[in-house]
């Protein structure tokens, strides 16, 4: 039950009437809430269910640990259990075969026997999600910026709540869990925004990402060799464009799926391609993500406070896991590295030629398409399903062969209209949101008919699952 | 519920509202927002739950059973019953239609030649584990008799044509003709039906070429190369397709500015054919073959309105291209190369997005005036994919299906009466869902329905080829075994070459069972009745393979497949290989033969020799094993040099045998063996009334040996019959004893005493007989006197050897007239029936060369490989192909003794302790 679905429209729309009915009680609601995210989940795959439940009791257990006594040593050791044990599900579920798969092949010169069977293990949906948002708030009570008086349940609802549960955003606790005793409440205006939240998520999703990557990627990413360089090069750039209206797309359905309950969510995307620098991409991009790597791996380490080769190594560590946090593979991994060692590039360069602090509209223009051209190359790793298949691609995409018959009009239309909505002012987003607010409430419904009828016309009939629920 | 989230909550029951009320409403389905929900397909309640439920808690599966995705096990079972029930409810002509079993004789394979068929049982292999089946096309009825019983059926027009190609009785190229959607326009699945197609019954030419490739990118597929950049294209897909101007070929490429041009390889084409349109306007095309400015035709129209139009040019034997240069405003849709020769010419056109609905898109004037030119005798359709996509979108109906793809066939039937057609249903896809689940795509099996019934009523015949790909749910299993893109909709190649494989098989028992045979015996391949007619050597060889030193001794007589050497020097080297090389074995006497060159043995004479053969003689008299005999005068000398250039170091003990003749007045014969003299043997004994056969027996170390006979001066003339070499170490001797030209007969009338003694000296363990081609070729055969002479000559030489015997069929012995059409040799049918005859009265094992060359018109096909397998005389091998036959004659041999061994492993072994 994708988010994109129409399951889960009316699943929301169930829940939400039960919702406020009782939004006034507090078990009731809290119920409703987290009776509708376990049925959501189970209906992927209930099984995880009780990993993340037993997960959930080590972790309330340590919390409350914490709470009760005052060593710092004890405070320490169990925030260490709570990590090490997150740590340990991801490392158990996500990485086991990976670690396998490296141990066969690097031990295999000196003949050392290494199991050779695959290890079979479902990867829970939302795992990676789930231990970021689980360590975050064991660490957030051991740094004192959460409380600890949360009830199981409120940790549990706030580990499962299902606008975001399969793909995040990572939530800190101070914007989930904290509110869940505040009695919610919800204006007529923030419901229309968030109603339109949705179907912008909708229309970024279903029209935009999807066309993109049944229309070319798809097929380009799919076999490579039958198609032109510049082909690949265009689907290169789609795939950047589709990955990220796909998420953001997404991110926009949890936002605002999470608003209907009177929630809000940080923003997850600002606008990304629109970067000057690759520091700037990141302070843009999965925003949750990358604010978590750095609250709670790069300050750790040391951050920017450290000698300038630590920094840089505080920098490639931070990628390359981060890289790895995508996906059980080395190529993620070399993706990560490759952003590592352009971060450090430009780091180095803010070092001995010093950080402009305005720049010209020359230099503005340069970066972005530096940044950009970056982005688009290094998505090719990110996408293709393994390193030689990378390559292929690559080498197909710098054999000079040109054409670009096979690129179908509407994928033209619909690069257009994403490099468009992606540069537009924000103000003519803004202008139309309030727009949407400010119709009365049938002509409101007469909108979202009309919109869910141009999805229907315009989207590709092979929807496709969110690109980061493989994450 | 609270004021404040009300408003967002009446939104939310409005929008629902809403969007039920218009999906439920009679509006266009274009207008509503969840077309499924449309009151006329059943109950709304079902709809809704499955609307709103996940399809995990309607107890739907909405993946294939794991058993058929699980990559380690094997494809999900399908049972004959589904299947058959398909093939019945289809195909009123019973017998005829149905699923073939799988990996039986008579799936279609028998005449393709060893690489392809290398390549076609890897994807039967492929075939066994996806699922996939034979299925049978369904012939249908084009033309009822008065009392409503079939009298031609749907493909009869191509399975004639391929007839006639068969018998060598046309003079035209069978041409088919094959419109399609994208699975076409990658030309994969074409690409294997061709390639078999003008492998079993020649090439006709490459066919119909587009000006320019539809893609700048793929597979460059049917179509010249343009010079030039500034063609305009057009395509019946495109939105503003090519009204009324373009024919079933689809793509009009036109001119208007600077010239244009483009180029073709012409690979052997001897005619080229222009397709365009006449148009009023000036416009003119220059042929140029190699450069060379050719034929100029002006496109201009004489009609006020364009028409399609033709411009024939015969082109020069060992041209390699043909350019084209339009200049003006021209319209240009393609070019035929054909080899003017009778063959398959297979045209393809596949366009993107192409469905039944484009295909009408073409003016129909200029559709029927095309196809009518191009003569094809088959049309195949194979569209339905986009119908079925479009179905799933709701942009069509299955109503409008049904009627666009009657008007489709409706629209080739007219255009070609004479010729056959074949409608294909389109292949299982899938799709993801809205909740990402990988399903199979609707429709593929209800499109397929429509067209099995538009083409029964047609008069077309029809290929289930969902059903040939394992049915629905097929996709989802070939994209998991990486024969499926990830579009979940396009096969990749090897997917692409399964399907071609498929209906290739199919179209080939299709032609099978409508096909008279042109001789009417009954051809088996393989080795018949090596149990027990091969029991003892096979035991030998056992023994041998065991550990056992023996020697295996296999004697082969015969013509000049035997004369030949390649192939008996081929069979020995690969049992040498397995049993060990007991040595060259028998050289007749004769002089200098290239043909020796290869198993490294030279014969030299000096002086008056004489080679006399025993076909060219009266009946009787003594003859060496191969029926010849060299007739030396005094101070003539003959050697023969076995083993040359054999490696140094190897020093077996041998035995090198002289066979001569003592003849009363005939001089004493002087031997050295590699250089030194060695005694005179005792004179024969007085007295000497009758020649008889003398054999020396000479020992001898190490591989290579040459033996020089003499005939001194001063006495009378001596007759040397041969040699031979062997080794005493365990292994396999192989003799050669051919003579060109020779018959069973042949053999018959020579000394049997002096024949028996000789070959009995050779002490075989199994005779192989390898006559019948000749008589093949004589005019008014004696089939009875050859069944009894060849019965008796087998079972005299077994007597005197105590060996087992073999027989070998002739080869496709062809012969060609006077108008060079090519025919089977008279008493071919006479000599095949006999032989298997002769094998088992005289208790040989037999195996027909014929057969395992491909059978019918086997020869022709040997002609046609590349490199060629058969000569231009229709009767003999080249060098490859006696080596390929005689690759398929030990595999068949030894798949016989490892048969043999298996069935005796559990007997041996219950008998032990």
Redesign the interface.
Known sequence: ??S????YL??V?AV??AY??V??HYAARMFVLLAASVYFYA?FTPFPLLIFLAGVTVDHLLVKGMARTDSPGTRKLFVVLSIVSNLGLLAGFKYLELLRKTAVSLLAPWHIDVRAEPFHLLLPVGLSFYVFQAISYTVDVYRGKASAEHSFFEHLLYMLFFPRVVSGPIVRASELMAHFREEP????DD??R??FRVAVGLVKKLIIADVLG?GIV??V???PH???SA?CAVAAVAYTLELYYDFSGYSDIAMGVAA?FGFRFPENFARPYLAKNLFEFWNRWHMSLSSWLRDYLYIPLGGNRRSKPRVCFNLMMVMVLGGLWHGADWRFAVWGGVHGVALCAVRCWWWFRGKTSEPGPVRVALGMLATFTLVVLTRVVFRAPDMTHAAEFYARMLAG??????VAPLVWGMIAVAVAAHALPLKLYELSAELFVRMP??V???A??LL??GI??LST??????VY?QF | MDLKPTSTGWTLALTVLLALGLSLAPLPVQFRPIPSLRQDEGTLGPKLVALVLPASLRGKKARPPPDALAPDSAPAAHPESESSAVAESAAPEGPDAGVAPAAVPGIGLEDLSAPTLASALELEALRERMGARHVDIELNCRKARADGTCEEDGLAPFTRALGELRADARRTPVRVVHLGDSLVASDYITDVVRERLQERFGSGGRGFLYIHRLAQAGRATRAGTASTEGWKMERLVDTNWPKDRVGWTGVAFSTSGPAQGTRYALDGARVAELYFLTQPANGAVQFAVDGKPAQRIQTRAIASKPEAAFARLTLPEGAKTLSLLASGKTELHGVTLETGAPGIVYDTVGLLGGMAEVYLRAQPAAFRAQLRHRKPSLVVLMVGGNEAFFLSRERTTLDEVRTQMTALVARVREATPEAACLVLSPIDAGVRTMSGELVTRRHSAEVGQIFREVAREGGCAFYDTLAAMGGEGSALRWLEAGLLLEDLVHPRVRGSNLLGHLLDLALQRAFARRHAPLVNVEDDPGLQNADPSLAGTFAKLHRRESGEALRVGIAQLGASHTAAHIFTDAVREALAKRFGDAGRGFISAGKASPRLDAGHVVRAMTGPWTVEDAKESPPGGIWGLSGTRAVGAPGASLSIQFCKDCPAGDAPAGRLDVYAVDQPGAGALEVTVDGEPVPAEAPPPEPLTAPTVRIRSFPVTGLGHTVRVSVPEGGGSATVLGAALEYERPGIVYDAMGLPGATAFTAKAMDATALDTQLAARRPDLLVYWYGTNEAGEEGLDAAALHQDYTALVSRMRRATGAECLIIGPTDRLRQDATGRWTEAPSLAKVLATLPQVAKDAGCAYWSARAAMGGERAMQRWQRQEPPLGLTDGVHLTQTGYERLAAAFVKDLMSAYDATNKKAEPTARAGGP
């Open positions: 039950m994708l994109h679905s129409l399951q009316a699943f729309i939400f009437a406020w009915a939004h006034r209906v409440t919800l204006s007529p419901g229309a968030a109603l049944s798809d097929p990413f799919g076999s039958a198609y032109s082909e209907l062969v040109p054409g670009l018959a096979n409430v049938p409101r419904a007469v979202l008919v869910g009828l229907r016309h009939m092979e929807t496709r699952p969110y629920l």
